[in-house]
């Protein structure tokens, strides 16, 4: 994947300016100054005033001024996904939706499995019927409806008649998006999930507050985080969806940004004034940003947890209750922001035959099978509003 300005690239969740971390300990003036002169024709090709605005941007403002079947299409395109790869590919009828895989989206290091890249796939499935259901129509979807070896993962049949279902859900689609930054202390009230959490069948959510057993949990994923970052094929694949300039948002209009990482207004100001780093140093900031800012904030967690990770149907079933868990939060005002790190080193370690390190300890923290528990997400009251992610465009993905 090409990057016009690194060489090599972070993992999920990286930051790739350390030297920006530095300036938050800065003053505003300092900050200013590096403004003026090259620092600002570096601002401005990397988007620091045009953040979340420009093409790569507009489905998120459109969305709620589409009608009809582009409105639902869209709703799936705007879906939460793994890395943004955006691993989809939409054949669009007047009545029928047919969603399959683009195999070239997906990240065999990074997911191994693939339960992420069929996850994202039912995210997109979900937002989908969630859209429709808001817009009066009913939904049929029928999973893998040529096999499960098929790349066809989903046909989704609108009808007229419904009852304009979950309107609250549809209406926080544009303004979803994962929020990587610090959440406040403020415990979550749990209550809100819990009409949304038995909406998918073969798919429940387990939530982890207790506080022992957030720390625990977050020190595996710290732990996790360290693995990848240690295993450079790993490390470089993740590296290769990270676009560093406004340039190659562009150009690629996928894969993770600097917008999307949660930082200050500042530091991220700052950190697209000075040249893109190096995957090494993007992996440093992302093991601290995990300790430091992602688990240490973590008001709680949700996993994901279905029957066999393995089985494809309910890796699709355990994405379309992540997107509904991801539009309640939204919903409610709260941030949530999805980890996947201890999995992802789970399915690497089987794939590439190593030791097991996590699974016993992933087991322990769900008290049940580690192979039941198939995603995971932090969430909170958030500090910060998060930034918005670039998406291709409907004419790149759908085919009539
Ligand atoms: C199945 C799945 C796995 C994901 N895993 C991670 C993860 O481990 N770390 C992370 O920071 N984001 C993760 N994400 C979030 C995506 O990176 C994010 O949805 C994507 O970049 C698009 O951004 P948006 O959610 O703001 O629209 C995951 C999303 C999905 C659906």
């Given at each position: 994947?090409a990057?016009?300005t690194v060489?090599?690239?972070?993992?999920?969740?990286?930051?790739?300016?350390?030297?920006?971390?530095?300036?938050?300990?800065?003053?505003?003036?300092?900050?200013?100054?590096?403004?003026?002169g090259?620092?600002?024709?570096?601002?401005?090709?990397?988007?620091?005033?045009?953040?979340?605005?420009?093409?790569?941007?507009e489905?998120?403002?459109?969305?709620?001024?589409?009608?009809?079947?582009?409105?639902v299409?869209a709703?799936?395109?705007?879906?939460?996904?793994?890395?943004?790869?955006?691993?989809?590919?939409?054949?669009?009828?007047?009545?029928?939706?047919?969603?399959?895989?683009?195999?070239?989206?997906?990240?065999?290091?990074?997911?191994?499995?693939?339960?992420?890249?069929?996850?994202?796939?039912?995210c997109?499935?979900?937002?989908m019927?969630?859209?429709?259901?808001?817009?009066?129509?009913?939904?049929k979807?029928?999973?893998?409806?040529?096999?499960?070896?098929?790349?066809?993962v989903?046909?989704?049949?609108?009808?007229?008649?419904?009852s304009?279902?979950?309107?609250?859900?549809?209406?926080?689609?544009?303004?979803?998006h994962?929020?990587?930054?610090?959440?406040?202390?403020?415990?979550?009230?749990?209550?809100?999930?819990?009409?949304?959490?038995?909406?998918?069948?073969?798919?429940?959510?387990?939530?982890?507050?207790d506080?022992?057993?957030r720390?625990?949990?977050?020190?595996?994923?710290?732990?996790?985080?360290e693995?990848?970052?240690?295993?450079?094929?790993?490390?470089?694949?993740?590296?290769?969806?990270?676009?560093?300039?406004?340039?190659?948002?562009?150009?690629?209009?996928?894969?993770?940004?600097?917008?999307?990482?949660?930082?200050?207004?500042?530091?991220?100001?700052?950190?697209?004034?000075?040249?893109a780093?190096?995957?090494?140093?993007?992996?440093?900031?992302?093991?601290?940003?995990?300790?430091?800012?992602?688990?240490?904030?973590?008001?709680?967690?949700?996993?994901?947890?279905?029957?066999?990770?393995?089985?494809?149907?309910?890796?699709?079933?355990?994405?379309?209750?992540?997107?509904?868990?991801?539009?309640?939060?939204?919903?409610?005002?709260?941030?949530?922001?999805?980890?996947?790190?201890?999995?992802?080193?789970?399915?690497?370690?089987?794939?590439?035959?190593n030791p097991?390190?996590?699974?016993?300890?992933?087991?322990?923290?769900?008290?049940?099978?580690?192979?039941?528990?198939?995603?995971?997400?932090?969430?909170?009251?958030?500090?910060?509003?998060?930034?918005?992610?670039?998406?291709?465009?409907?004419?790149?993905?759908?085919?009539?």
């Amino acid at each position: 994947m090409a990057n016009d300005t690194v060489t090599d690239e972070p993992p999920e969740t990286a930051f790739t300016r350390r030297d920006a971390l530095k300036l938050t300990g800065l003053g505003i003036g300092s900050v200013a100054a590096l403004g003026v002169g090259v620092g600002g024709v570096r601002a401005i090709t990397n988007g620091a005033f045009s953040a979340g605005s420009g093409d790569p941007y507009e489905l998120w403002h459109d969305w709620a001024s589409l009608s009809g079947v582009e409105r639902v299409v869209a709703a799936g395109v705007l879906a939460c996904n793994p890395h943004n790869t955006q691993p989809w590919r939409i054949r669009a009828a007047a009545d029928t939706l047919d969603v399959h895989s683009d195999p070239s989206r997906r990240m065999p290091l990074n997911d191994a499995s693939g339960r992420e890249h069929f996850a994202g796939l039912g995210c997109a499935v979900e937002n989908m019927v969630i859209a429709a259901g808001a817009a009066g129509l009913t939904t049929k979807v029928t999973l893998f409806p040529d096999g499960l070896a098929s790349d066809h993962v989903a046909r989704i049949v609108l009808r007229e008649g419904g009852s304009g279902q979950d309107r609250d859900l549809a209406a926080a689609i544009p303004y979803r998006h994962t929020n990587r930054g610090p959440y406040k202390s403020t415990p979550v009230d749990l209550a809100g999930f819990t009409e949304q959490s038995s909406r998918i069948d073969g798919a429940r959510v387990l939530w982890i507050t207790d506080g022992a057993a957030r720390e625990r949990l977050g020190r595996l994923y710290v732990e996790a985080t360290e693995a990848i970052t240690a295993d450079t094929a790993q490390s470089a694949e993740a590296f290769t969806w990270f676009r560093s300039s406004r340039g190659s948002i562009d150009q690629h209009r996928d894969g993770l940004t600097l917008d999307g990482q949660g930082l200050g207004g500042l530091t991220l100001f700052a950190a697209k004034l000075l040249p893109a780093q190096s995957r090494k140093d993007g992996d440093a900031y992302w093991v601290k940003a995990t300790r430091e800012v992602h688990t240490a904030t973590a008001a709680a967690y949700g996993v994901i947890a279905v029957d066999d990770v393995t089985d494809r149907t309910a890796q699709v079933n355990g994405g379309r209750l992540l997107a509904r868990m991801h539009l309640t939060a939204t919903a409610l005002g709260l941030g949530l922001h999805h980890m996947n790190q201890i999995t992802e080193r789970i399915d690497r370690d089987t794939a590439a035959g190593n030791p097991d390190v996590f699974s016993a300890r992933w087991a322990a923290l769900l008290s049940r099978p580690a192979s039941t528990g198939l995603l995971s997400f932090r969430i909170g009251h958030p500090e910060r509003t998060a930034g918005l992610s670039p998406r291709r465009s409907l004419d790149d993905v759908v085919t009539g």
